[in-house]
C-alpha cells in the first residue's frame, strides 16, 4: 500500500477554482491507478475522476466533465486535480485514493488505500 495525504482544499466561491494536490509516499507509486473520490453526509462516495499508472487513461465522473482536470507527476509521486467552475453541490471533502490493477476503476471498492480527505467548501 501507499500512504497518501491530500491537500489544497478550502473555501471558494462559485464560479471558482481550487487544485487539490496527493502526495503518495513510497517508490511505486507508478504502479498504481490513481482516483479522485468525494462525499457529503450521509451519500456514498461518489467518483469524481480517475487516471492509469501512466496517465494515458483518464476518466471523469458526468457531474464534473468539462470542469475538472485530473493530471499525475510520477517523478513527484504525486496526482493532482485542478477543479474550475465551481458549484455549490460541488462541496463534499474530496478524498485521493489508489489502486492496482482496478477492473473498474470507477468503483471506489477498487482502491486499496485512502487518503484522510480535503474538505472543499462552495459557496453560493
Known amino acids: 500500500q501507499v500512504q497518501l495525504v491530500e491537500s489544497g482544499g478550502g473555501l471558494v466561491q462559485a464560479g471558482g477554482s481550487l487544485r487539490l494536490s496527493c502526495a503518495a509516499s513510497?517508490?511505486?507509486?507508478?504502479?498504481?491507478?490513481m482516483g479522485w473520490f468525494r462525499q457529503v453526509p450521509g451519500a456514498e462516495r461518489e467518483f469524481v475522476a480517475a487516471?492509469?499508472?501512466?496517465?494515458?487513461?483518464?476518466y471523469y465522473g458526468d457531474s464534473v466533465k468539462g470542469r475538472f482536470t485530473i493530471s499525475r507527476d510520477n517523478a513527484k509521486n504525486a496526482v493532482y486535480l485542478q477543479m474550475n467552475s465551481l458549484k455549490h453541490e460541488d462541496t463534499a471533502v474530496y478524498y485521493c485514493?489508489?489502486?492496482?490493477?482496478?477492473?473498474?476503476?470507477?468503483?471506489?471498492?477498487?482502491?486499496?488505500?485512502w487518503g484522510q480527505g480535503t474538505q472543499v467548501t462552495v459557496s453560493s
Open positions: 487516471i492509469s499508472r501512466n496517465g494515458g487513461m483518464i
Open positions: 485514493a489508489a489502486a492496482l490493477n482496478p477492473y473498474n476503476i470507477r468503483g471506489s471498492y477498487e482502491y486499496d488505500s
Open positions: 513510497g517508490r511505486t507509486f507508478s504502479r498504481y491507478a
